[in-house]
């Protein structure tokens, strides 16, 4: 497989999914992979048409699944990492404060 190092995009229902996208030589079709989420969803095309469209279709067949299983979709990971600190201490002589 020949790597284009192509990603595609597709706002579905107010949700970003951000998708990888390989050529393969041997049967000359796309093949992408929905990525930041552990649930997997793929699609292929021929032409790039073809693979939006599939993109799309794929997306709607998982939260079709999700919606029959009764399960919440998966959002795809933000890239944020949020941690909480505490505030430096103000003075060094106070108690609690090291």
């Given at each position: 497989?020949?790597?284009?190092?192509g990603?595609?995009?597709?706002?579905?229902?107010?949700?970003?999914?951000?998708?990888?996208?390989?050529?393969?030589?041997?049967?000359?079709?796309?093949?992408?992979?929905?990525?930041?989420?552990?649930?997997?969803?793929?699609?292929?095309?021929?032409?790039?048409?073809?693979?939006?469209?599939?993109?799309?279709?794929?997306?709607?067949?998982?939260?079709?699944?999700?919606?029959?299983?009764?399960?919440?979709?998966?959002?795809p990971?933000?890239?944020?990492?949020?941690?909480?600190?505490?505030?430096?201490?103000?003075?060094?002589?106070?108690?609690?404060?090291?």
């Amino acid at each position: 497989m020949t790597s284009l190092n192509g990603t595609m995009e597709c706002t579905y229902r107010g949700v970003p999914y951000e998708a990888r996208v390989k050529w393969d030589d041997e049967t000359d079709l796309f093949h992408g992979e929905v990525s930041n989420m552990r649930d997997v969803i793929t699609f292929q095309g021929r032409t790039v048409e073809e693979l939006q469209a599939a993109f799309k279709a794929s997306i709607q067949d998982y939260l079709n699944f999700c919606a029959e299983t009764g399960d919440p979709p998966e959002r795809p990971f933000s890239g944020r990492f949020l941690a909480r600190v505490p505030p430096p201490c103000p003075s060094p002589h106070r108690q609690g404060c090291r």
